[in-house]
């Protein structure tokens, strides 16, 4: 018995010191949740907003603690759209590791929110304002574990790059990454990136999994148009623009791309396999060794594997018609592809024409599809972000991901500079509101995320395991 209370309150401090290392020192947390908010208030939505006041605050901080103007740049596409890259200097024993978030965020409006969405408020536990997910709450911790690295006196085995850019959300012609590569890529050159999108997953606080997101599929948006000489609705024939697309989009509808994982899809399903029970599991297991029928099942048991393991397509758009008594001269669709990574756009477009099976409809892409390949699953940066994941929260696996969004990252990997999604932030499965109102994150896992952040990037830079 007193063997039992002896080994449980052992259990008990063991549990309490595991909880402290989460935390950042008081001083860097003030410093984290400082630039937090000033990163939250500034409005840098991406049709109304402007991001270089972010970069030119961030610049200010960064001179303040020390950092040469020499290392720091601010610069974009417009004078709206500026970015901000940083350089650390380490002993250049290898290439630089790239850091990178971005500083625009979806629009927010006052009226639909609970809360003014650019003021930065802590509430039940909560952070709360636009980009406080999205993708702010990464920006602030890479500075401020940044300016913590040099007043430690921390020296990395190569140089830290920091870079917080515009327009992720907007795309279009002020992508910061996009920019930055085209224009001044010796700035952001690296050996690797670490990015948004891959987080912690949890279910009412009990922490599952730790997402390094390694690749996203990518987009094609195609216009289908069918065109038709019309006529007066009182002499129907069977040629009529709208049933033609209709027709089409029935077909489409029934119709499923084949299932296939890859590397990393497997290597998520084999983790999955360890977190789900029963028979899922089991059928997670079967499909990551290559089971088809197990394949099936999974894809029927959820949306979000469906979509893991396969492209898909789907109409999101229609017009058609121009008169009630007139047959219609024109019906038109959007179909929008997620498409994964090994997905060839001309593969996607021969499949959809011979699912279409009608030459009356036309098929076209819609601006120009960004694809990047998936980034390889390094051992080294695997074994260290589980290392410092297991190290904070034990039990949490590691769990490699593919995402259906896209991210920056795409630029990055299409460039050649493997970029992973990885953040320590942990986010309620349910509870995800990105783009959406009220955005919040906990505040916990805000200063836990700089914890896991500030030794990741320890561990990537040569200091000696913790
Ligand atoms: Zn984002």
Excluded at 62 to 77: E, M, N, R
Excluded at 138 to 153: F, H, M, P, S, T
Excluded at 203 to 222: A, C, F
Aim: net charge neutral; glycine share 10%; with cysteine.
């Amino acid at each position: 018995m007193l063997h039992r209370i002896v080994l449980l309150t052992l259990a008990c401090a063991a549990t309490a010191a595991a909880q402290d290392r989460t935390m950042p020192p008081e001083r860097e947390r003030a410093l984290a949740r400082e630039i937090y908010k000033e990163m939250v208030e500034i409005k840098s939505g991406y049709t109304t907003g402007a991001t270089t006041p972010v970069a030119e605050a961030v610049a200010r901080r960064l001179k303040a603690a020390g950092f040469p103007a020499a290392d720091i740049f601010v610069g974009g596409a417009s004078p709206t759209k500026a970015n901000l890259v940083v350089r650390y200097h380490g002993t250049g024993r290898r290439r630089p590791i790239l850091l990178l978030a971005h500083t625009d965020v979806v629009e927010a409006k006052r009226e639909d929110w609970n809360m003014d969405p650019y003021t930065f408020t802590e509430k039940d536990g909560y952070f709360y304002g636009r980009g406080t997910g999205d993708d702010k709450s990464q920006a602030a911790v890479w500075i401020a574990n940044l300016i913590r690295y040099k007043r430690e006196g921390f020296t990395p085995d190569r140089d830290i790059i920091v870079a917080l850019t515009a327009d992720e959300e907007g795309g279009g012609p002020y992508n910061g990454v996009a920019w930055l590569l085209k224009n001044r890529r010796e700035l952001i050159d690296a050996e690797l990136a670490l990015n948004e999108d891959g987080w912690g997953e949890s279910v009412n606080g009990t922490r599952l999994s730790n997402d390094l997101q390694v690749s996203e599929k990518y987009v094609i948006n195609y216009r289908l148009e069918v065109r038709n000489k019309g006529g007066h609705s009182s002499l129907p024939v069977a040629d009529n623009a709208i049933y033609h697309l209709a027709g089409a989009l029935d077909r489409l509808g029934r119709f499923g791309f084949p299932l296939k994982p890859n590397d990393v899809t497997r290597a998520y399903f084999r983790a999955m396999a360890n977190i789900e029970k029963g028979a899922i599991s089991a059928d997670l297991s079967a499909l990551a060794a290559g089971d088809s029928a197990a394949m099936g099942r999974v894809a029927l048991a959820s949306t979000g594997w469906n979509a893991t393991l396969r492209t898909t397509c789907v109409a999101t758009e229609l017009e058609g018609g121009h008169a009630k008594n007139a047959l219609p001269q024109l019906a038109a669709a959007n179909v929008n592809c997620r498409v994964l990574p090994e997905d060839a756009v001309d593969y996607v477009t021969s499949t959809l024409r011979g699912v279409f099976a009608d030459t009356a409809v036309t098929m076209r892409i819609e601006g120009t599809p960004e694809r990047g390949p998936a980034s390889p699953l390094r051992a080294d940066l695997m074994s260290a972000v589980s290392a410092v994941t297991t190290s904070l929260w034990p039990g949490v696996p590691t769990v490699p991901m593919m995402v259906m969004g896209a991210t920056d990252g795409l630029y990055l990997r299409a460039a050649g500079i493997p970029t992973y999604g990885i953040q320590g932030f942990f986010y309620d499965r349910d509870d995800i509101r990105f783009h959406g109102r009220d955005e919040r994150l906990k505040v916990q896992s805000f200063y836990e995320g700089q914890t896991f952040l500030y030794e990741l990037v320890k561990r990537l830079t040569g200091a000696p395991s913790a």
